[in-house]
């Protein structure tokens, strides 16, 4: 069993910046990518970065490519989202997920319960 656990989520002000967190445990992650995703109220859900968990290669949504950069520790247990230059549409529910069979977009086994971060104008 894996357990993803976000964090880092809050309140702030357009153009600022905040750094989430998913810290990972149980199963080990050499084989995972590990995606961030978010959804905001009355949206469907969307991909927004993602990285194997060697660090080798990331991906991340064109919405948001340039502002966020996606990252992961040395011990390869925590996985970061650097989210820059926010703005107000960034306003959602983040969450992690991990997947094993090296795609983006879907096939996401595990999810953490999701940090809330809402960008004011």
């Known amino acids: 069993q894996v357990q993803l656990v976000e964090s880092g989520g809050g309140l702030v002000q357009a153009g600022g910046s905040l750094r989430l967190s998913c810290a990972a445990s149980?199963?080990?992650?050499?084989?995972?990518?590990v995606g961030w995703f978010r959804q905001a109220p009355g949206k469907e859900r969307e991909f927004v970065a993602g990285?194997?968990?060697?660090?080798?290669?990331?991906k991340y949504a064109d919405s948001v490519k340039g502002r966020f950069t996606i990252s992961r520790d040395n011990a390869k247990t925590t996985v970061y989202l650097q989210m820059n230059s926010l703005k107000p549409e960034d306003t959602a529910i983040y969450y992690c997920?991990?997947?094993?069979?090296?795609?983006?977009?879907?096939?996401?086994?595990?999810w953490g319960q999701g940090t809330q971060v809402t960008v004011s104008s």
């Open positions: 149980g199963r080990t992650f050499s084989s995972y990518v």
């Open positions: 990285i194997t968990w060697s660090g080798t290669n990331t």
């Open positions: 997920a991990a997947n094993q069979i090296n795609n983006w977009y879907r096939g996401y086994d595990y």
